[in-house]
């Protein structure tokens, strides 16, 4: 009889050393031995008209708030135009995954027709070992 208290305390200290948040964290910290998926994630921003349809901006601006850094998506060939045609724009990918690893990052976005801007927004992202992630922030954006 005196084996089931013993044993119950063994499985006990197993369960606390498996599911503690100490394990956790070294986790999170430790990305090697994470397998990630094979996506490659962006957050995106959708602007429309009031009525609704997609918005072909002339440009855009997305900058890291804390330092200004300038991460606007450099685009080659007709890659511009086919956002133009969606009215969604890229704010941050996976590229910068491991340089937010285990972070949360202010960017801003803003949109421009003619020069002039008419649309911007501020957004809280994040990265894991694997992906960026979206924290905060409206990412349907109608232009009034």
């Given at each position: 009889m005196r084996l089931r208290p013993?044993?119950?305390g063994i499985i006990i200290l197993v369960f606390e050393a498996c599911y503690s948040d100490?394990?956790?964290?070294i986790n999170r910290s430790d990305c090697e031995q994470l397998a990630c998926t094979e996506e490659f994630r962006t957050i995106?921003?959708?602007v429309q008209n009031s009525d609704g349809?997609?918005?072909a901006l002339d440009s855009i601006k997305?900058?890291?708030?804390e330092n200004d850094k300038d991460i606007t998506e450099t685009l080659i060939g007709d890659g511009f135009e086919?956002?133009?045609?969606s009215g969604s724009y890229p704010v941050f990918n996976d590229l910068f995954t491991a340089e937010y690893r285990n972070d949360?990052?202010?960017i801003s976005f803003s949109g421009f027709l003619s020069e002039e801007e008419v649309v911007s927004a501020i957004y809280k992202a994040g990265a894991d070992c694997c992906h960026v992630y979206l924290i905060s922030g409206e990412t349907n954006l109608v232009l009034e």
């Open positions: 013993f044993l119950l100490k394990d956790d964290n995106t921003v959708s349809e997609p918005v997305v900058v890291i708030q086919r956002y133009q045609e949360e990052v202010n």
